[in-house]
Structure formats: structure tokens, C-alpha cells
């Protein structure tokens, strides 16, 4: 009755089980994998979200495949103080990164062909792959006091049947972006394979400090196809708005057959809605007020757990370069799973497991840097100290 791609283990796992039996019971838990900015005691502004919605231009319906084009002005805006000039056709809007990825993998892979993604990085990366009937490979990452990507090992994978490499920047969650170099070897491997580059760039604008080695963005690539993705659940801290985009750019002969080929898939779908897509230059023109709060929640939270986690503990955490999260590392005498398993029913604390965004080994845990600072700081001190006795 189903389709095979459908075939996933729908049973919760232990971990989820776990936390609804907490519920069940009504016992109180420490949340550190929350990183939806709703749910975060963020001062999101009703007013500055809700007036752009109301405007009467959502009366008519004026149907365009890449989207209304005063949204992907105000898109074409954001690059541009990136010192990006593009034009508002190279840019379709989309309902979310999620959509986005959908399209370019429709556009660019047959059943069976190949994409490349970072190891570790985002989870859903699987799922997207596999409703687009892509089989999705990885490249890794290395640490070695920041992470690198692996360019030898990227060369070894890209093959024939590799239509794109993935690249979260910064990545999801390591927290590290593309640097220049990487990225030049990155587009050569792509040009050298015909694949396409997809640049994943919710997190773009939370970096912490300044690098001049670092990728401004990847919208002005010139080498490879490049397919820029980011959207407004990040960047304006809106994710139940649904609107995100993609920017095309690259080689002139490959970028206007991909801007071609994609207006008719977007056609196909029309997605995006009127209000969401006329109050997207309000959203935007805001930004800089929720990104400077989220930039303090996650500094100051990242500042606590250096507070914590003096030297000597068995417990440390890797360098990050920016985005909304932090990795733990933790004794691997037990599996990450036992470690968040006993976190759960010890501490009340919920944090992610490493396997979770495909860390090749265990030892790892995943934090999300968002919650408000009395949350955080209360269940780092019990996560440390729980590891301490522990490990
Ligand atoms: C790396 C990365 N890309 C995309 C998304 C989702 O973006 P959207 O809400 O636009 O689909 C997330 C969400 O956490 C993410 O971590």
C-alpha cells in the first residue's frame, strides 16, 4: 500500500519515550535542546510582527513562480549589505529552507543519483533525501582544535553520480562556517564533477567574532552552480511565517537553464502567500533587533558554560565559530544515549545525543544555546556535574 521511501521506524525511540513519561507524570524538565526562538522567552514584538500582515494587497492574487517581487527586492537588500549585487530573478521564494532543497533536488537529481552532505550536521538531511528519491553520501569533518572540512576525502566521494555538495553555514551544529580556501577547492571538485553546490545559510548572520578566512556567502559564487538557501526562521527568528528562498548563481550558460527549470517546478506549486510575502520587507528591515537579543542569549550562554566547565573536569566543549548551538564532550564509558538517558531521569535536563546529527563515534552531546539564561545555566551545572560523577 505505501511506498518504500515511507518505510521509516515510526515506534518513538527510548529518548522520546523517556521525556513523555516525564510529562505523563508531570515532573518539570530542563530543556536544552529548544531552539525554536517562539518558545524562548525572546521579546519578539506583536506589534512589528503582526501590522505587515494586514495590508490589503493580500486581497488580490497575483500569482508569480519565483514569488512577489517586492519580497525578493527585500531578499536582493539582505545581500546587498553583504556587498552582493543581485538580481531579483536569481531569487525564488519558497515556504521554507525544507521546500527549498526539495526544488533543487528535483532540479538537479534522477532516482538513485547522489548528494553530498557534511558529517556530522543536520539531521533531516536523510529525510529530505530520501522523499526526493536521492541517496544522500556524506563527507566529514574533522576537528582539530576548529573544524575542517575534509577536502581530500569530499574529492574521494564526489563521483559521477553526485549531483550536489551540501554545505551548512555555519553548520548545523557544529557551529563552524566555509572558509575561502575550502570553498574554492569546494567549487572546483563540484565544476570538475557537474555537480552543484548548495549552500544551506540560516545561520549566517550569528557569527561570533569576525574572520576574515570566512565566507562572506555563498551568493556570489562564480565556479560551480550554486544554489544559496536561507529564510526568514533564522534570520527574522520567524519559523511559523514559512517563508525562505533560494538564489541561484554560478557559470551564465548553467545559471539561466537552472532559473529555467526551476520557475517551472516553483509554478507548479505557486506556494508562498500573499500576506507573508508582503510583510517580508517589514520583517527583514527589522531583523537587526531579535538578531542582536539572540546574539546576547547565546553568547552570555556560551560565556556560563566557560563559567562551568573549569579545567580538569572529564567534560570539555568544542570551539564554535557562531550559529545557536554547542557541543559537549563528554567519557565515552557509557553510549550517548545512556548519557542522555540518565541526564533525562537524574537531572530533569534533556539535551541531544551526538548520533543524533551523525557523529561518527560516541562521546559527544549536543546543546542548544537558545533557552532563557536561568534555564540554561541551572541544567548545565547539573549536566556537569552529573558527568563528573559519572564518567
Ligand atoms: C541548518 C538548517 N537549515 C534549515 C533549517 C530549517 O529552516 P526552515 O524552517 O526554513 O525550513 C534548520 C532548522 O533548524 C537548520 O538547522
Wanted: charged share 20%; hydrophobic share 40%.
Amino acid at each position: 500500500m505505501f511506498s518504500t521511501r515511507t518505510n521509516w521506524p515510526l515506534k518513538p525511540n527510548r529518548l522520546s519515550e523517556l521525556l513523555r513519561e516525564r510529562r505523563a507524570r508531570g515532573l518539570s524538565i530542563l530543556d536544552v535542546t529548544e531552539s525554536n526562538p517562539t518558545h524562548c522567552g525572546l521579546a519578539l514584538s506583536a506589534e512589528e510582527i503582526l501590522a505587515p500582515l494586514r495590508d490589503s494587497r493580500s486581497l488580490v492574487y497575483q500569482p508569480d513562480p519565483r514569488g512577489l517581487r517586492t519580497a525578493r527586492e527585500a531578499v536582493a537588500r539582505y545581500y546587498c549589505e553583504r556587498g552582493v549585487e543581485l538580481h531579483p530573478d536569481q531569487i525564488f521564494l519558497t515556504t521554507s529552507t525544507s521546500e527549498a532543497y526539495s526544488f533543487v533536488f528535483r532540479l538537479l537529481a534522477n532516482p538513485g543519483d547522489q548528494i553530498l552532505s557534511p558529517q556530522p550536521s543536520y539531521p533531516l538531511f536523510d529525510f529530505l533525501g530520501a522523499l526526493n528519491d536521492v541517496e544522500v553520501l556524506t563527507y566529514p569533518l574533522v576537528y582539530h582544535d576548529g573544524w575542517q572540512v575534509d577536502l581530500d576525502a569530499l574529492a574521494a566521494q564526489c563521483g559521477p553520480r553526485s549531483r550536489a555538495v551540501l554545505v551548512v553555514h555555519p553548520n548545523n551544529p557544529t557551529g563552524s562556517f566555509s572558509k575561502k580556501l575550502e570553498l574554492g577547492r569546494m567549487g572546483e571538485v563540484c565544476r570538475r564533477n557537474n555537480a552543484a553546490l548548495v549552500a544551506d545559510e540560516v545561520f549566517a548572520d550569528y557569527g561570533f567574532e569576525s574572520d576574515a578566512e570566512r565566507v562572506v556567502t555563498h551568493a556570489q559564487e562564480s565556479v560551480a552552480l550554486t544554489f544559496t538557501l536561507s529564510g526568514l526562521s533564522k534570520i527574522c527568528a520567524l519559523p511559523q511565517m514559512k517563508l525562505g528562498w533560494i538564489v541561484v548563481n554560478g557559470p551564465r550558460e548553467l545559471q539561466s537553464e537552472a532559473l529555467a527549470r526551476l520557475e517551472v517546478i516553483a509554478d507548479t506549486y505557486l506556494s508562498v502567500n500573499a500576506p507573508v510575502a508582503l510583510a517580508a520587507p517589514e520583517w527583514l528591515a527589522h531583523r537587526c533587533n531579535i538578531q542582536s537579543e539572540i546574539l546576547q542569549r547565546v553568547q552570555a550562554n556560551l560565556g556560563k558554560l566557560d563559567e562551568l566547565l573549569v579545567p580538569g573536569l572529564p567534560v570539555s566543549r568544542l570551539k564554535v565559530e557562531g550559529g545557536w548551538y554547542a557541543i559537549l564532550r563528554v567519557p565515552s564509558t557509557r553510549s550517548d544515549d545512556d548519557w542522555v538517558a540518565e541526564l533525562l531521569v537524574q537531572e530533569g535536563v534533556s539535551v541531544h545525543p551526538g548520533h543524533f546529527y551523525d557523529f561518527p563515534s560516541e562521546g559527544f552531546l549536543v546543546l542548544s544555546l537558545l533557552p532563557a539564561r536561568d534555564v540554561f545555566a541551572d541544567a548545565l551545572g547539573r549536566v556537569i556535574s552529573r558527568i563528573c560523577a559519572g564518567g
